[in-house]
């Protein structure tokens, strides 16, 4: 299958959305994602940019993305997290997912950054061979902790 990959531009963004959705009801989240479209062009494209993207192109259709945001490490230096890297269900095993990862590597090479890292969930057995496959370490022995809007208040209301 033919596809192209180029930086994402605004008019992207309700197909990047649909591209977020069902990522999330393949990660078994489908109600979890309440970004929108215009959050998504305000943020990426806005006067206060928070992130950059790439998107797979194939036949006139986006079919897949990689939506990357600077981090800074305290042992590294500047970093880059990797969002998510989204591929459609009809073009797995296309080689799309190769060419976005190393389209986001060529960009944090450019940027000079000190590492790319990014989360897989456990059960992903095909996404956690294809990154140990590309040279990426799963580091299966430290976990993501989270506070979300909730639990930030109930921080705060405890303070």
């Not at 605004?10 to 970004?35: G, N, R, S």
């Not at 928070?50 to 305290?74: H, K, N, W």
């Not at 095993?93 to 990862?101: E, I, V």
Request: hydrophobic content about 45%; proline content about 3%.
């Amino acid at each position: 299958m033919d596809f192209k990959i180029r930086s994402a531009v605004e008019a992207d963004m309700p197909h990047v959305l649909q591209l977020v959705q069902e990522l999330a009801v393949f990660e078994k989240e489908a109600d979890a994602v309440e970004i929108s479209v215009e959050d998504l062009k305000k943020d990426g494209f806005g006067a206060d940019k928070l992130f950059d993207c790439f998107v797979g192109e194939s036949q006139g259709d986006l079919v897949g993305m990689a939506l990357i945001y600077p981090r800074y490490s305290t042992w590294k230096g500047p970093v880059i997290h990797l969002e998510d890297l989204i591929v459609t269900e009809r073009m797995r095993g296309s080689g799309l997912g190769s060419a976005l990862l190393a389209e986001v590597v060529k960009y944090g090479s450019r940027l000079g950054v000190k590492r790319i890292s990014w989360e897989v969930i456990d059960w992903n057995a095909p996404a956690i061979a294809f990154y140990e496959s590309k040279g990426a370490t799963v580091m299966r022995d430290w976990d993501v902790v989270q506070l979300d809007e909730k639990g930030m208040r109930n921080f705060l209301a405890n303070l």
